[in-house]
Structure formats: C-alpha cells, structure tokens
C-alpha cells in the first residue's frame, strides 16, 4: 500500500449515512496558504475564510486538498467542500458547486485543467445550461465517461481499488497554487454574494449587508451559505427580520438611515434572530460556536468594511 493510500480511511456520517472514502490528513492547511494579497484578499474576508473553511472537511482544518466521498454528495473537494451531486428530483447527476468549480478553472487555466483534471480522466461540460461533471478511468479505453449515482457507486467499490482513480486528482489539484487561488477567489466570491443578497422589506427590496455590516456577522451568515446552499439563508435572514420589526415598530424601515447608535443596537438583535431561526445544517449550534469565537472577527457594526 502507498503512503496516498494509507492516507484514506471509511468514515461514517452520522446523520446522513451511507459512509465513503476520505482523506484523513491534512494535505494543504488553508493556515499554510501565502498568496492571500496576490489574490486581492483583504484581511478581513482572510479571516472569514478561515473561520468559516474551520467548519468544513473531515478534519476541520480548512483543507484545500480535503476529498470525501462519504456523504450524500458523489465527492466533496476544497476548502469550503463543494460537491458533485448524484440524481435526486429536480437536480441533474453530476451537477453542482464542484462541477461549477472545475468549469471556471477549465476556463480561467485551460493548461492546468487538462494536466490535473482531463488527462487523470476529469472532464465537465455543459448539459441543458447546467455544468456536469464526468470520470472515465484513462487507462481503461472501454469505460464510458461516468456521473451522478454511477459515479458515486463507482468511488466506493469496498476494495477501494477505485479511491485512488477518482480522488487522487482532486487531491493533487488541491496543492496546486493555481487550483488554491481558484478555490479562495471563490470562497471571496461567495462573502460578497452573501452581502448583496437581496432582502425584501414590505415592497423595497434591500441588500443583507443594509442590515448587518459586523465582519462576525456576515461569517455566520455565509457559513450557512456554504454548508445549506446560496438559496437558503435568503428565507433565514428575511424572518429574522420580520421578527425584528414587530418587535421595534419604530425602527426605520430603510436600515440604510440607521444612526450609529441605532445600528449598535438593532445588529445584535437581528442576528440573535437569525441564530434562532437557522435550521436545516448540518451540525449548525457546533458551526456557530467555533465563528463566535475566531479572535479574528468583530462584532462591531462595520467591521466589514
């Protein structure tokens, strides 16, 4: 056995079953990471990205070589763990935020793409607008490209002949600089969408960060975006603050022509709020109170900027 191989374990997950393959140790500590300023990346999206990256992969160390295979999704990669989705009613196998990944890097660094990815038997294309993601073993010319439930069935063979095949790329892709810089842009992709998301009050719509600009804040709030999806901190956020204005009905309804002194106290309320209404992660109580207590973050209402 080699040492990669050694590296991989059987994990179980305790909630959502069925148990894969998993790189147990660490192969690219997002803590050892250096090209922070080269990728434009200020200090204090650097350490939302840690806090949040603490919360994910097997080890919770924010691994950008982290690979699993022991969940629902077909495989999980990188520091925020994105995944390649097997079939389920209205998601199309292969797809996801993985799949999407590997298509912005085909796009960005073709050459890169073709030596970590496609010759080690990788590909993504695009199918009804959609980026889905294949595998098709390189040195077997009769295997058919592979996804979805195929393609997860296929990563845990018990013999775990196939580990190596399918997760060593993402794991050296995963130590690559190039394929790093691709997953931290993404990761500060993701806290500025989380910002701008739009929040309806009555008929005005606003943006998240109108109503909460603590840097801890936005962390909590884009950590359920990469645990639960993009989608699902729209609904948490908009009851957090319906519930704050029944209970401050003369708050201004247009947060954006709060007072300092107003804002440092309606903030805390808000997201006491959201921290009451989020359902639906995984683990979510443990994720809220490792960000709560990164020494990096502040609470204090416009620290993101």
């Given at each position: 056995m080699t040492e990669e191989e050694k590296e991989h374990a059987t994990?179980?997950?305790?909630?959502?079953?069925?148990?894969?393959?998993?790189?147990?140790t660490a192969g690219a500590p997002l803590a050892d990471y250096k090209n922070w300023q080269q990728d434009g990346v200020?200090?204090?999206?650097?350490?939302?990205?840690?806090?949040?990256?603490?919360?994910?992969?097997?080890?919770?160390?924010?691994?950008?070589?982290?690979?699993?295979?022991?969940?629902?999704?077909?495989?999980?990669?990188?520091?925020m763990q994105k995944t390649i989705f097997p079939e389920k009613p209205k998601v199309t196998?292969?797809?996801?935020?993985?799949?999407?990944?590997?298509?912005?890097f085909k796009s960005a660094n073709p050459t890169k793409y073709k030596s970590?990815?496609?010759?080690?038997?990788?590909?993504?294309?695009?199918?009804?607008?959609?980026?889905?993601?294949?595998?098709?073993d390189p040195n077997n010319?009769?295997?058919?490209?592979?996804?979805?439930?195929?393609?997860?069935?296929?990563?845990?063979?018990?013999?775990?002949?196939?580990w190596e095949k399918t997760m060593k790329p993402w794991r050296d892709a995963g130590k690559d600089p190039d394929f790093q810089s691709q997953?931290?842009?993404?990761?500060?992709?993701?806290?500025?969408?989380?910002?701008?998301?739009?929040?309806?009050?009555?008929?005005?719509?606003?943006?998240?960060?109108?109503?909460?600009?603590?840097?801890?804040?936005?962390?909590?709030?884009?950590?359920q975006s990469v645990n639960s999806g993009p989608g699902s901190i729209k609904l948490t956020v908009r009851r957090a603050i319906t519930e704050f204005y029944k209970q401050n009905p003369k708050a201004s309804s247009d947060p954006?022509?709060?007072?300092?002194?107003?804002?440092?106290?309606?903030?805390?309320?808000?997201?006491?709020?959201?921290?009451?209404?989020?359902?639906?992660?995984?683990?979510?109580e443990k994720r809220w109170k490792k960000i709560q207590s990164s020494s990096c973050l502040s609470d204090d209402p416009g620290s993101m900027s």
């Amino acid at each position: 056995m080699t040492e990669e191989e050694k590296e991989h374990a059987t994990a179980k997950d305790k909630e959502k079953a069925p148990g894969g393959p998993v790189y147990k140790t660490a192969g690219a500590p997002l803590a050892d990471y250096k090209n922070w300023q080269q990728d434009g990346v200020d200090d204090t999206h650097k350490c939302i990205i840690q806090a949040i990256a603490g919360n994910e992969g097997w080890n919770h160390t924010g691994d950008l070589a982290g690979v699993q295979s022991y969940d629902k999704a077909v495989l999980s990669a990188g520091a925020m763990q994105k995944t390649i989705f097997p079939e389920k009613p209205k998601v199309t196998g292969g797809t996801g935020e993985l799949a999407d990944q590997l298509a912005d890097f085909k796009s960005a660094n073709p050459t890169k793409y073709k030596s970590l990815f496609e010759d080690k038997g990788w590909t993504v294309s695009q199918v009804n607008g959609s980026n889905v993601a294949y595998f098709k073993d390189p040195n077997n010319p009769k295997m058919q490209p592979i996804t979805g439930s195929a393609l997860q069935n296929y990563i845990r063979q018990c013999d775990g002949a196939n580990w190596e095949k399918t997760m060593k790329p993402w794991r050296d892709a995963g130590k690559d600089p190039d394929f790093q810089s691709q997953q931290i842009l993404d990761f500060h992709q993701r806290i500025e969408d989380t910002q701008n998301k739009k929040v309806k009050v009555g008929k005005t719509d606003f943006k998240i960060k109108d109503f909460i600009t603590s840097s801890r804040g936005i962390a909590q709030i884009t950590d359920q975006s990469v645990n639960s999806g993009p989608g699902s901190i729209k609904l948490t956020v908009r009851r957090a603050i319906t519930e704050f204005y029944k209970q401050n009905p003369k708050a201004s309804s247009d947060p954006t022509t709060w007072t300092d002194e107003q804002r440092g106290q309606y903030e805390p309320q808000i997201l006491d709020l959201y921290h009451s209404k989020r359902t639906g992660m995984t683990d979510g109580e443990k994720r809220w109170k490792k960000i709560q207590s990164s020494s990096c973050l502040s609470d204090d209402p416009g620290s993101m900027s």
